[in-house]
């Protein structure tokens, strides 16, 4: 069966074949055991990592589970029915990591769809689905992903990914604050507590209660991801007096992910960036902005705090250091050397944040918001250049943060020593609302800014990019409103780069 056409029916619950509603009747009828679902992520040409958590009681710490280890089957399957099942094998799963469950596995077929289902205690799992990657520079007709961005519980639901699956994209890129620590004074959902999460047991009831949303768990089960931390998982970036708080974070993220890159329990580090080769259309670099970078507050601390809540402020002279970094020299040299000798079409970074400049104008002031690439100049420029240089592959930017709409074309910054000419796709939240104080500004300077060739703050949603070695088309794609599970979503701009580099809109 189509892959495209069968996830549509899953999703829909149309019953036209006995397989489509086997399927959906397993995802609907979820057992005790597996409330939380499934997922898969982390995928590449040969591999994938499976994940599920046993939590017969999702609401308490431990989720309703015994303080001991409990054998988990897991099978790998080349069809939906499981009549073909490729791999399989036992996983303990431990009190120590919340009894989830990770398998990597390895050796599989590039560019094939698997289904995999878990069991134990005589209960199954849900089914899901997952598709590995082409092999690198396989010869690829066109690749389809998603990236989302900014998803708070508390301000909304997650119905924009219900959408995401109807779009049935390749894979989902995830940049950042999946979770959230506080409301900022919204209610629509609540959070289990009024206080953000502390410890190891908080950080876990936090995402057993965002996994108990369902349009997230069924994109989980139907799509493979991509994910990296930001600020609201976890802490405040290199605060040193808050590293209990980002051990407990990192291990409880780790437990709920289809991850790779967490060494052991009560680590407080955690490798996650990486380079997705999408056969000969793409390599795409997926950042860790947070884990290494040097803090933002390095200036006076006599800012406007009124103005964009205090995000957007006047850079001093150590900003422009040449050693200051947003991702730490490692890292720095790992993503540049990965830029130069990318053979694919399109070389793209993955940034959790904005990474072209955008300068708010006060009162004859230079101001920029603080937590994106804009505190990080030089190693912004170090990038740029890198990816500039590389005449093998065009270079693009992708991100998240902001809970808005952007589309930049670099090539018209107007200050030279910031002017890069890099597309950069800039995808809004699931439900993350973008307040008037943050959004306002933005509109109020756009005219300073000719870079931004679009800019949308009104709606939440995603971004879905269908790119092919001569053209990358990036839509906008935005759900009427997250107060209601239900609502229904729109393309409200489209933009296409092609083979020559330039960038055409096409607006609602």
């Not at 995802?27 to 055991?33: M, Q």
């Not at 992520?41 to 939590?55: C, E, H, N, Y």
């Not at 589970?65 to 499981?82: H, I, K, N």
């Not at 809970?403 to 939240?429: Q, Y």
Request: aromatic share 12%; proline share 6%.
């Amino acid at each position: 069966m189509d892959r495209r056409r069968f996830v549509r029916s899953t999703l829909l619950g149309l019953g036209g074949a006995p397989v489509v509603g086997r399927f959906a009747s397993a995802f609907a009828a979820r057992s005790s055991l597996f409330k939380l679902g499934v997922a898969s992520g982390d995928v590449s040409a040969t591999g994938v990592v499976l994940w599920t958590r046993l939590a017969p009681e999702p609401g308490v710490a431990d989720g309703g589970m015994p303080a001991e280890e409990v054998p988990v089957r897991w099978e790998l399957s080349t069809d939906p029915a499981f009549t073909n099942i490729s791999r399989s094998g036992m996983e303990q799963a431990t009190p120590t990591l919340a009894h989830s469950v990770h398998v990597e596995l390895d050796d599989l077929s590039p560019a094939s769809e698997y289904w995999y289902r878990f069991s134990a205690n005589g209960q199954y799992s849900p089914v899901g689905r997952t598709k590995t990657l082409p092999l690198d520079l396989q010869k690829t007709d066109s690749i389809r992903f998603a990236t989302a961005s900014c998803q708070n519980f508390s301000h909304g639901h997650f119905g924009a990914y219900r959408h995401v699956v109807r779009d049935s994209p390749d894979f989902v890129m995830h940049l950042g604050d999946y979770i959230y620590e506080t409301s900022f004074g919204e209610n629509v959902r609540p959070h289990p507590s009024d206080e953000p999460p502390r410890t190891l047991e908080e950080f876990r009831l936090w995402h057993a209660h965002y996994k108990s949303d369902p349009d997230l768990q069924l994109a989980h089960a139907t799509l493979p991801f991509f994910a990296v931390l930001d600020n609201h998982d976890a802490f405040p970036d290199g605060d040193s007096a808050q590293r209990e708080l980002r051990r407990a974070a990192y291990q409880a993220w780790y437990e709920h992910m289809p991850v790779r890159g967490y060494s052991r329990p009560g680590s407080d580090r955690f490798s996650m960036h990486r380079c997705i080769n999408l056969g000969d259309v793409a390599q795409i670099c997926l950042l860790d902005s947070r884990q290494y970078r040097d803090s933002i507050e390095l200036c006076s601390q006599d800012y406007d705090r009124s103005y964009g809540f205090g995000n957007y402020r006047q850079r001093c002279s150590a900003v422009f250091s040449e050693s200051r970094s947003m991702l730490g020299q490692a890292q720095t040299s790992w993503l540049i050397e990965n830029i130069k000798k990318a053979p694919a079409a399109w070389n793209v970074v993955a940034s959790p944040g904005p990474f072209q400049p955008f300068s708010y104008r006060v009162e004859g002031e230079d101001r920029r918001y603080i937590s994106a690439w804009d505190a990080y100049p030089a190693n912004r420029s170090r990038i740029a250049n890198a990816l500039l240089q590389s005449s093998a592959s065009r270079p693009l930017v992708v991100s998240g943060d902001v809970h808005s709409f952007w589309a930049v074309d670099g090539a018209k910054t107007p200050w030279k020593g910031e002017r890069f000419p890099i597309m950069e796709f800039t995808t809004s939240s699931i439900s993350a609302n973008w307040p008037p104080a943050l959004a306002e500004p933005v509109t109020q300077n756009l005219e300073h800014n000719p870079q931004v060739q679009y800019y949308e703050p009104a709606y939440r949603g995603y971004m879905l990019h269908d790119v092919s070695a001569d053209q990358w088309q990036t839509t906008a794609r935005a759900v009427s409103t997250v107060l209601n599970r239900d609502s229904q979503v729109s393309s409200i701009a489209r933009f296409v780069v092609d083979r020559d580099y330039r960038l055409s809109m096409k607006s609602r």
